[in-house]
């Protein structure tokens, strides 16, 4: 599972000139589902980026997370984060989940969202969406779960 993390000021996603998610200040992220991942791989990335230390603190620094600030979380899905660009001109979507299991797994990551008591919007699972975002920072991170460390080679810096 792959997540593309912003930091934002404001960020929304609007579906037919109507807005389905808007957050202020917090974290909007584009997630990703693999050909391999589980409910492990989406426990493991929301706790990861629900602790992640990106948000500033009172003198300005990077210090706190989500869980101290309150700050809203925006979740896209966004299979396009598992292209392989690596031959040819036309990405491949091979190692994207298939739509069953990737709305599995994101509905998933939105419920384990939730229960960790953040303000969770979302965007709509297949839909032509438009995301407007104004990045604080600019702050933009790729956090990957297990699976995708380990077929990378990576270090596991759980």
Do not use: W
């Amino acid at each position: 599972m792959r997540a593309l993390v912003q930091r934002v000021s404001r960020a929304q996603v609007t579906i037919d000139d109507k807005i389905v998610g808007k957050i202020g200040p917090g974290l909007l992220v584009f997630l990703g589902v693999g050909k391999a991942d589980t409910e492990a791989e989406a426990d493991y990335l929301i706790d990861k980026i629900a602790g992640l230390r990106i948000l500033a603190d009172a003198a300005g620094k990077m210090n706190l997370s989500l869980l101290d600030t309150g700050g809203g979380l925006l979740i896209v899905s966004q299979f396009t984060l598992f292209a392989s660009t690596k031959k040819g001109r036309r990405p491949s979507f091979d190692q994207a989940a298939p739509p069953e299991l990737a709305r599995r797994l994101y509905d998933y990551f939105l419920v384990k969202a939730r229960e960790r008591q953040l303000d969770v919007q979302s965007g709509q699972f297949q839909a032509c969406m438009e995301v407007e975002l104004l990045n604080d920072g600019p702050v933009t991170l790729l956090c990957e779960s297990p699976v995708e460390y380990q077929a990378h080679g990576n270090f596991l810096d759980r």
